[in-house]
């Protein structure tokens, strides 16, 4: 059956907090129906996470997990839980309680107005270091001049969007998620609600500077080709500079009688030079990844265990 609400949470190493944010999402969503869903997607956490889900879901048949056979990352287990949620509208929160439970009626507040996406911005963000801060603004503000659409500034993946978002979601082949990016992508009427953000509860994160380099390159790779522009204008811009370079040379050997000398000119400009073509290798590997990860077809997940009927039937 429909649900009204189902509520998505990628879990990695959540023992501590999943037990907390149940009752919180419980409290928050029960105020709104009781005809809802909490989808917990363990993503090969490595602490009793897994336990903590069955042991809830055991309790409360409205609670289903999916464990996944090992980290697949946080983009890919919400996708999971996109592909396999029921309700109308659908919720998508952090486990660790950054993203307050308590919202959950403001943002289905709009989704009843209308609204098909409804994505809480986080006006304060509190406990994180300054560096992943820096680096997330300083990302955005790029992203945004890199692509073409809208896309909302300083927010995350806590958001409500409806079933007709989620079917187009579910959709998008792309290997490569970049979940915030592709809800911007593709319009329909979204606003926003303001949150401050929390600390995270328990544990640390689950996202190393590592993982939001790879979501930072999908990000971009996903949404725009603008890089590759530049790498070719670079390229003409070098061979123009280099060409005059070279005539300057001919010139003053012949005409002037001077040679120019000099191990410094020699090194300054190969590595200028290498330094370019690199970064330009670079930028296209990050395409032809993509490319490659697309073409090669592979399952996004492989699921391990799931207390959802569907999915119980084909494991
Ligand atoms: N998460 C996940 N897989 C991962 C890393 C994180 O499912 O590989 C989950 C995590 O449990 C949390 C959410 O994604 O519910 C956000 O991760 P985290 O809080 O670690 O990121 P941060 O808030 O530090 O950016
Ligand atoms: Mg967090």
Same mark, same amino acid.
């Given at each position: 059956?429909e649900?009204?609400?189902?509520?998505?949470? &990628?879990?990695?190493?959540?023992?501590?907090?999943?037990?907390?944010?149940?009752n919180?999402?419980?409290?928050s969503?029960t105020s709104?129906?009781?005809?809802?869903?909490?989808?917990? $997607?363990?993503?090969g956490?490595?602490?009793?996470?897994?336990?903590?889900?069955?042991?809830?879901s055991?309790?409360?048949? =409205?609670?289903?997990?999916?464990?996944f056979?090992?980290?697949?990352?946080?983009?890919i287990?919400v996708?999971?839980?996109?592909?396999?949620?029921?309700?109308?509208? $659908?919720v !998508?929160?952090?486990?660790?309680?950054?993203?307050? &439970?308590?919202?959950? @009626?403001?943002?289905?507040?709009?989704?009843?107005?209308?609204?098909?996406?409804i994505?809480?911005?986080?006006e304060?963000?509190?406990?994180?270091?300054?560096?992943?801060?820096?680096?997330?603004?300083?990302?955005?503000?790029?992203?945004?001049r890199?692509?073409?659409?809208?896309? @909302?500034?300083?927010?995350?993946?806590?958001?409500?969007?409806?079933?007709?978002?989620?079917?187009?979601?579910?959709?998008? &082949?792309?290997?490569?998620?970049?979940?915030?990016?592709?809800v911007?992508?593709?319009?329909?009427?979204?606003?926003? $609600?303001?949150?401050?953000?929390?600390?995270?509860? =328990?544990?640390?994160?689950?996202?190393?500077?590592?993982?939001?380099?790879?979501?930072?390159?999908?990000?971009?790779?996903?949404?725009?080709?603008i &890089?590759?522009?530049? $790498?070719?204008?670079?390229?003409?811009? !070098?061979?123009?500079?280099?060409?005059?370079?070279?005539?300057?040379?001919?010139?003053?050997?012949?005409?002037?009688?001077?040679?120019?000398?000099?191990?410094?000119?020699?090194? !300054?400009?190969?590595?200028?030079?290498?330094?370019?073509?690199?970064l330009s290798?670079?930028?296209?590997?990050?395409? !032809?990844?993509?490319?490659?990860? *697309?073409?090669? *077809?592979? @399952?996004?997940?492989?699921?391990?265990?799931?207390?959802?009927?569907?999915?119980?039937?084909?494991?």
């Open positions: 059956m649900k009204e609400i189902s509520v998505i949470v &990628p879990v990695y190493n959540e023992q501590d907090n999943i037990f907390e944010l149940y919180r999402l419980l409290t969503v709104i129906t009781s005809n809802y869903e909490f989808i917990f $997607v363990n993503d956490s490595n602490d009793n996470s897994l336990l903590e889900l069955i042991k809830l055991n309790q409360d048949d =409205n609670v289903f997990y999916i464990n056979s090992r980290n697949f990352g946080h983009q287990a996708t999971a839980g996109l592909k396999f949620c029921t309700g109308n509208s $659908v !998508i929160i952090d486990a660790d309680l950054q993203d307050p &439970p308590e919202l959950i @009626p403001e943002l289905y507040g709009k989704y009843k107005e209308g609204f098909n996406v994505y809480a911005k986080r304060i963000r509190e406990g994180e270091t300054l560096l992943k801060r820096a680096t997330s603004k300083l990302f955005y503000r790029i992203l945004k890199l692509i073409s659409f809208e896309m @909302p500034l300083d927010t995350g993946d806590f958001r409500l969007i409806d079933k007709k978002v989620v079917k187009v979601l579910n959709n998008m &082949p792309e290997q490569s998620k970049f979940l915030r990016g592709q911007a992508w593709l319009g329909f009427k979204q606003t926003h $609600v303001l949150f401050n953000r929390d600390n995270r509860k =328990n544990g640390k994160s689950g996202y190393s500077y590592g993982k939001m380099f790879k979501l930072a390159m999908d990000g971009i790779t996903g949404f725009s080709d &890089p590759l522009v530049f $790498v070719s204008r670079l390229g003409l811009a !070098i061979s123009f500079l280099s060409f005059i370079v070279i005539l300057y040379a001919i010139f003053a050997h012949f005409v002037l009688k001077e040679t120019i000398t000099g191990w410094t000119s020699l090194i !300054i400009s190969s590595l200028f030079i290498g330094g370019i073509q690199l290798v670079g930028i296209i590997g990050e395409y !032809i990844s993509r490319i490659n990860k *697309n073409t090669n *077809n592979r @399952p996004l997940y492989i699921i391990d265990k799931s207390n959802i009927q569907d999915l119980k039937d084909n494991i």
